[in-house]
Structure formats: structure tokens, C-alpha cells
């Protein structure tokens, strides 16, 4: 099903927040809390990450499970970021596209997640995946439904939508084609973040000048707060709103 976290704040080491806690991301590769469906997040892992004056984020991406590789553990330890973004995958398809399909997907200065799944993708999205242009469906990193799912967000980007409408608006359509994807949205920039809880757990944290958008805590502070479902989330160093998003029918 898959697992994400978004960081804006102070910079700190990756591992701070992806390996350290209790709950961090490694542990939820095998031991998540509040996932509805699948038990394991095996099927490759992904960071990207921002470093001061530079807007376009690096990514380090591997199809293995996140506990088996120890450079990611020497790296984490190391780099300091005061934005990043990482998540774990269990793959709708075990083994579709290996490392391409592992997020964060990238474009520019955006880092991408999808938390969920879309059942048979590459038919219920086919109309949907028609408005983008040739040369946007061959610059696809894989044959996922993640993939397309940013396929469709980048698209709505570039053409000047705001980052918390690009994820609604994709959102509402795919969820009218396919009334039971799992849709789940994590997006940043750097300097904001905006996130969809539907039909998966999503939790956010701020405060002190930070804040962490994640599938679920990485620790027990009691400031961790649900979002409920069916919402938008944005977010930025300062301030986090949440708006409902209804139903497609709706």
C-alpha cells in the first residue's frame, strides 16, 4: 500500500525523522500502525531531499526493502535538509517497473507520493490519461498508477494550478472513474506541502516553526492530529489548513 512522509522546518539529518523514531518510516516498512490494507511495505523505497540554494531536490531511490540497505543508513545519518519527502512501497503489482516505480517522483522542483491504488489502472484511467500530450505520457518514470496519477497532477501543474487544487481536482476525476481508488497525494516543493487523505490514514505535526505531513506518527506526541478523511491538506512552515473534499457524485 505504501507509506509517505513530508518535512519543512529547521534542517536536520534524514534519519531523524526517517529512521530514529519508533515509528519511523523504517519500522512502518514492516510494522505499520494504522495501514487499511496490505501488512508490508517491502517492494522498494525512496528520499528526496532539498539543499540549501538549490530548488531542484536530489532523490535516492532503491527497489529493495528500506531496512536491507545499509548506505541508505550511512546517508541518512549524514545529510541535513530543512524539506524533504521519503516513502516505502508495497506494490500493487510486485515488481512493476523495480526502482522507476518507487517514489518520490520528480519533475523540476516537486517531489510526488501516492499512498494507495487504482484498480486496473491502465484501463479505468485510460479517458483521463488522454488529455496529457504524447510527449508527458513517454516521459512517464513507469508503468504504475502512481506514475500516471503524477502524470496527471504535473499536467494540471504546469498549466498553473496551485499544488492543493492540482491534487483535488485529480483526485475528484480519478475517484468518479475508479469509485474505489485509494488516493492518497503527497506533494512538495520545499517550501510547501500539500497532501489528500482518501480512503487511507493521514496525521500531520507543527509547530516551532515545522511541520510533518505523514501517513501515520513516527512517534506518541500527543500534538500528532488525524486528518480526516476526504480532505485536503496544505501546508507551509507556519500554518496547516484543511478542507473537505466531497464525494464526485457530490
Not at 500502525?33 to 523505497?45: E, I, K, L, M, P
Not at 516543493?189 to 500539500?194: H, R, T
Not at 507551509?236 to 457524485?249: A, G, M, N, T, Y
Request: proline share 7%; glycine share 8%.
Amino acid at each position: 500500500m505504501c507509506r509517505h512522509i513530508a518535512y519543512l522546518g529547521e534542517p536536520v539529518a534524514l534519519g531523524e525523522l526517517l529512521v530514529r523514531p519508533p515509528h519511523a518510516l523504517l519500522r512502518q516498512s514492516w510494522e505499520p500502525r494504522t495501514q487499511d490494507s496490505g501488512v508490508v511495505n517491502a517492494d522498494g523505497f525512496g528520499v528526496g531531499w532539498y539543499a540549501e540554494g538549490d530548488p531542484v531536490p536530489a532523490r535516492y531511490r532503491r527497489v529493495g526493502p528500506i531496512w536491507g540497505d545499509f548506505s541508505f543508513a550511512d546517508l541518512a545519518r549524514v545529510v541535513r535538509s530543512g524539506a524533504f519527502l521519503g516513502a516505502v512501497r508495497g506494490a500493487t503489482l510486485p515488481g512493476a517497473d523495480g526502482e522507476a516505480a518507487a517514489a518520490p517522483f520528480t519533475a523540476g522542483p516537486w517531489l510526488f507520493s501516492h499512498n494507495g491504488s487504482v484498480e486496473r489502472w491502465s484501463d479505468s484511467l485510460a479517458e483521463l490519461a488522454s488529455v496529457l500530450p504524447a510527449q508527458e505520457l513517454l516521459q512517464l518514470e513507469a508503468r504504475t498508477d502512481s506514475a500516471l496519477l503524477w502524470g496527471l497532477v504535473l499536467h494540471r501543474l504546469r498549466a498553473g494550478d496551485a499544488p492543493g487544487a492540482a491534487l483535488a481536482d485529480t483526485v475528484r476525476e480519478v475517484a468518479a472513474a475508479v469509485p474505489g481508488a485509494r488516493l492518497n497525494l503527497l506533494l512538495t516543493d520545499g517550501a510547501q506541502i500539500a497532501a489528500t487523505a482518501w480512503r487511507n490514514s493521514l496525521w500531520y505535526l507543527s509547530g516551532h516553526d515545522r511541520v510533518v505531513v505523514a501517513s501515520e506518527p513516527y512517534d506518541d506526541d500527543p500534538h500528532w492530529r488525524e486528518v480526516p478523511e476526504r480532505t485536503l491538506v496544505t501546508a507551509d512552515r507556519s500554518d496547516v489548513v484543511l478542507i473537505p473534499l466531497k464525494e464526485p457524485s457530490a
